[in-house]
C-alpha cells in the first residue's frame, strides 16, 4: 500500500520559513518523479515544484522562484519543499504527489499518488 505522508506545515509570519517533508512508503521510491502541489480555499489546485528521480532536475512555478527550493533524499525516501520569505498568497494546502515514470508533468492529474496534505497559512 503506497502512503505519501507530509509534515512541516502550520503558521508562520510574512517573511518567514518552512520546511515541509513528504514520506512516501510502499513503492520504489526512485521509480517516481515528486512533486509538490498547493490549492487556496475557494481555488484549484496548482503546481508548485517537480524534481526528476534522480534529484537532478527541478522546476518550480514562477511565483515561487527564488523563493522555494524542492530537494529529495532517496536514501531516506523523503522529498522536502523549503519555503523561504513566505508571503500571505502562500497560504493554502500543500500536498505531494508522485508520479511513475520519467515524464516531468506539472499536471496533476498525471500523478498516481497523492498525501493527504499539510496546510501551511502565512500571516500578514
Known amino acids: 500500500q503506497v502512503q505519501l505522508v507530509e509534515s512541516g506545515g502550520g503558521l508562520v509570519q510574512t517573511g518567514g520559513s518552512l520546511t515541509l517533508s513528504c514520506a512516501a512508503s510502499g513503492l520504489t521510491f526512485t521509480n517516481y518523479i515528486m512533486g509538490w502541489f498547493r490549492q487556496a480555499p475557494g481555488k484549484e489546485r496548482e503546481f508548485v515544484a517537480v524534481i526528476s528521480r534522480n534529484g537532478d532536475y527541478t522546476d518550480h512555478v514562477d511565483s515561487v522562484k527564488g523563493r522555494f527550493a524542492i530537494s529529495r533524499d532517496n536514501a531516506k525516501n523523503t522529498v522536502y519543499l523549503q519555503m523561504n520569505s513566505l508571503k500571505p498568497e502562500d497560504t493554502a494546502d500543500y500536498y505531494c504527489?508522485?508520479?511513475?515514470?520519467?515524464?516531468?508533468?506539472?499536471?496533476?492529474?498525471?500523478?498516481?499518488?497523492w498525501g493527504q496534505g499539510t496546510q501551511v497559512t502565512v500571516s500578514s
Open positions: 504527489a508522485a508520479r511513475q515514470g520519467a515524464l516531468l508533468t506539472y499536471n496533476p492529474s498525471s500523478y498516481h499518488y
